[in-house]
């Protein structure tokens, strides 16, 4: 693989989707005991989009997201990431592919406490030997557009929860990657810097076109994306699509779902 990608945003002129689930099952333990945590869940997200998975605790949603990640295999069915079949990869290749194509973004943010903002903003472009002076001019980039220029040479334990947050988003994005997933991202912030942070991945979708899937349990963060998947029982129950609706009616309406679906939404 080609890990000294353009800097420019990748240009989706083609109608190949940035994410496949095509029935996937996941099943844990042996013959005596199992528990089927998916059960043949579908989900197509297409370039661009920015959409929120969410369910009540043990629905299978951060499963399914392992499962994207290519942190856990499916038992059964497939995951396709930009046309790549991910079962098809080797663990070297699976490692590469992390690297080159998707973008993590966590709750606790996952900094290096020993690396400054911009070396940790750069750290997938040294492993992935990107060339130095490009290194330097896309972490500036990214680093401009989530507003983290003025903590570039601080430690993480010399920002905010918030700068944290957009330090790791920049990381996430520095890569150009195919997929940003965002799990449960604003789960450690407070309503201020949540709204900061969720900003930005707004920007980042309208402006730089980045395809973004959120695992949340906050009905506020999943109100800024487009689309809203709800899991239960490890199935798909329902979704909605934002339209011409603004973020308070979609607000608004996920709530219903969540009072329907049982009302006990929460991060696991």
């Not at 499962?67 to 290749?93: E, F, M, R, W």
């Not at 998707?102 to 750290?123: K, M």
């Not at 959120?214 to 963060?221: F, G, R, S």
Request: charged share 20%.
């Amino acid at each position: 693989m080609n890990m000294n990608v353009s800097t420019a945003p990748k240009s989706y002129t083609t109608t190949q989707p940035a994410l496949v689930v095509s029935q996937v099952e996941k099943i844990y333990g042996g013959s005596d005991t199992t528990t089927r945590a998916l059960a043949g869940v579908n989900l197509t997200v297409q370039p661009g989009e920015m959409v929120a998975i969410m369910g009540p605790s043990g629905s299978g949603k951060s499963t399914l997201l392992n499962c994207v990640a290519t942190i856990d295999a499916p038992t059964a069915g497939s995951v396709v990431i930009g046309g790549q079949d991910t079962s098809s990869l080797s663990q070297k290749q699976l490692a590469a592919f992390r690297r080159e194509s998707l973008g993590f973004v966590f709750q606790d943010s996952n900094l290096l406490d020993t690396l400054t903002a911009r070396e940790n903003i750069a750290l997938p472009l040294s492993i992935g030997r990107v060339n130095v002076n490009q290194i330097q001019e896309r972490v500036t980039r990214v680093a401009t557009m989530l507003g983290v220029t003025e903590v570039l040479d601080k430690y993480p334990h010399q920002m905010s929860g918030g700068q944290r947050q957009r330090v790791a988003a920049a990381r996430a994005i520095v890569t150009n990657p195919t997929l940003i997933l965002a799990d449960e991202p604003t789960g450690a912030l407070d309503s201020k810097n949540a709204r900061i942070l969720l900003e930005c991945f707004e920007r980042l979708n309208t402006t730089q076109q980045a395809t973004v899937l959120m695992v949340t349990h906050d009905e506020y963060a999943a109100s800024w994306c487009q689309r809203v998947i709800f899991i239960r029982d490890g199935k798909l129950f329902t979704e909605l699509v934002r339209g011409d609706k603004s973020r308070r009616e979609f607000f608004d309406r996920i709530i219903e779902v969540v009072a329907a679906i049982g009302g006990d939404v929460d991060a696991r």
